[in-house]
Nanobody, 117 residues
Framework: QVQLVESGGGLVQPGESLRLSCAAS????????MGWYRQAPGKQRELAAS??????NYADSLKDRFTISRDNAKNTVYLQMNSLKPEDTAVYYC????????????WGRGTQVTVSS
């Protein structure tokens, strides 16, 4: 009954911002590294950002514009996306990776982000 449910996607114009949320249930949330991956049509899935405890990691091209954070009391991870560009258009997936069990991983179903004028 593990669930990761993304929300906050939508259609925006270049230069605008979006804040994605991922609500987790069925896991002991602080024991997991949380991540945001994205996949555009015809392209490979890539890691956008991750957070392990309080330590964050970003794709090099996104570090200046994206911010990942988590609220353990709410079992929720966020991705703040600023100055969005058309190349950010993708399905964004939330992920959970157990800190001590490398084969225990969970994925959300994704939320669509479209950046277009």
């Amino acid at each position: 009954q593990v669930q990761l449910v993304e929300s906050g996607g939508g259609l925006v114009q270049p230069g605008e911002s979006l804040r994605l949320s991922c609500a987790a249930s069925g896991i002991i949330f602080p024991r997991y590294e949380m991540g945001w991956y994205r996949q555009a049509p015809g392209k490979q899935r890539e890691l956008a950002a991750s957070i392990r405890g309080t330590t964050t990691n970003y794709a090099d091209s996104l570090k200046d514009r994206f911010t990942i954070s988590r609220d353990n009391a709410k079992n929720t991870v966020y991705l703040q996306m600023n100055s969005l560009k058309p190349e950010d258009t993708a399905v964004y997936y939330c992920s959970a990776h157990h800190l001590g069990l490398p084969n225990v991983n969970y994925w959300g179903r994704g939320t669509q982000v479209t950046v277009s004028s």
